[in-house]
């Protein structure tokens, strides 16, 4: 039983939206980018060349690994090096990439469950991703978002949780967290002293198994139904 809570903190990706088809858009915008701008980057650096520019930014910078917009800049300045292009492009590049990772398709339930839980309680963004709220669209119903690139670590770290609960204002225990992951949501979040309820949306529930939390939300309408009558 989920008591009704004095804040609500949620994730972001396949939480308030399927966050594979705007990874997918966003790299073809970037690709005709490279294409564009810097064309031996784009004609060397395939799928494989970017696993392996990825782990080689990792093995050097072990300290950024929850830092996606570090990882992706990086790996795209490597590339270019790589191909004897001028590695400055990475900046440009980065932020085509990010503005066209902004472009996403709300879930239907999305809009209206927000509209009716902002005007009860503060709601706070937590997420491990580079989405921005203010640049999604989203920005009028949160008090603020807690990033893992800004922040300096991500989830289930519990420092991403308590600094939700201090934008919010609320004491951990009066702040209920929202997302799609049973262990870096749910899991993490309890950890941290939170409350917590697993969305497990029907097209991502099998990603978890015997992992999830049985008493998941199947959507927003089904949460807010146990929440607030």
């Known amino acids: 039983m989920i008591a009704a809570p004095l804040a609500i903190s949620l994730d972001l990706d396949d939480t308030l939206w399927p966050v594979g088809p705007v990874l997918e858009h966003a790299e073809r915008v970037l690709a005709d980018w490279l294409a564009a701008h810097a064309p031996r980057t784009a004609a060397r650096t395939d799928a494989t060349v970017r696993a392996a520019l990825r782990r080689a930014v990792l093995a050097d910078h072990p300290g950024r690994a929850h830092d996606m917009s570090f990882l992706r800049r990086e790996g795209l300045r490597r590339a270019m090096q790589q191909a004897h292009e001028d590695p400055a492009l990475a900046d ?14 709300l879930f239907d339930d999305v809009l209206p469950v927000l509209s009716r839980w902002a005007a009860r309680v503060p709601l706070v963004a937590v997420s ?3 989405a921005d709220v203010a640049r999604v669209g989203l920005g009028g119903y949160f008090a603020g978002s807690v990033a893992a690139h800004a922040l300096g670590c991500a989830k289930p770290d519990a420092r991403m949780f308590h600094a939700a609960c201090r934008i919010a204002g609320v004491a951990p225990d009066a702040v209920l967290h929202v997302g799609d992951d049973p262990e870096l949501d749910v899991a993490g979040a309890r950890r941290a002293g939170l409350q917590a309820a697993w969305l497990s949306r029907p097209q991502f529930a099998h990603r978890y198994g015997d992992a999830a939390d049985p008493a998941g939300f199947g959507d927003l309408h089904a949460l807010d139904r146990a929440l607030f009558g």
């Open 92 to 105: 440009a590049a980065f932020e085509t990439f990010l503005a066209a990772r902004q472009q996403v398709t």
């Open 128 to 130: 491990n991703g580079n």
